[in-house]
């Protein structure tokens, strides 16, 4: 299956990488249900290198702990799909890849529940300078779309948040 880049979300990248830009904040993400995506649109923007600095998917409980280092105790208490496990994410990139914001999604966008929560529960974390801000979002769908939903609204959450700073 190949990802659309619907142009609504295209210009929201658009508009957080030049935010991003002409602040001079870098940005790093990791994700897990949204498996690349959003990395994907932010890097669809020419000119997105000077902000965005990488990341990883971190799909399994085995890569967020390899990766990112989120402590298998917190995942096997609260779940990979939790506000902890997010928590931890965006802590473990500021270690791994230290930049002025985060982004961290977790969430279950698959046919099926996971972990005993539902299909289009998603978690999206931002990290900044002076705190971690974490949301706990419903979408509803399809694969592709809740993936498309969950990065629009990371965008959006961050973009908020850079207006604040």
Do not use: W
Not at 34 to 42: A, D, E, K, P, V
Not at 53 to 63: K, N, T
Request: proline share 1%.
């Amino acid at each position: 299956m190949v990802l659309d880049i619907t142009d609504d979300l295209v210009d929201l990248a658009q508009i957080v990488i030049s935010q991003l830009t002409s602040k001079k904040f870098t940005l790093a993400v990791a994700e897990s249900a949204t498996g690349g995506y959003l990395s994907h649109i932010l890097t669809s923007i020419a000119g997105s290198s000077k902000a965005f600095v990488g990341g990883a998917v971190v799909y399994s409980a085995y890569a967020k702990n390899t990766i990112f280092d989120v402590e298998f105790d917190t995942i096997n208490d609260y779940g990979a799909i939790s506000t902890e496990t997010t928590e931890a994410l965006l802590n473990g990139l500021q270690k791994r890849i230290s930049t002025d914001l985060r982004i961290a999604i977790t969430g279950v966008a698959g046919s099926h529940t996971m972990e005993g929560k539902p299909r289009g529960l998603v978690y999206i974390g931002i990290g900044t300078p002076a705190c971690n801000k974490i949301e706990e979002i419903q979408f509803n769908g399809t694969r592709l779309e809740i993936k498309q939903q969950a990065v629009r609204r990371s965008l959006e959450f961050l973009l908020e948040e850079v207006e604040n700073l």
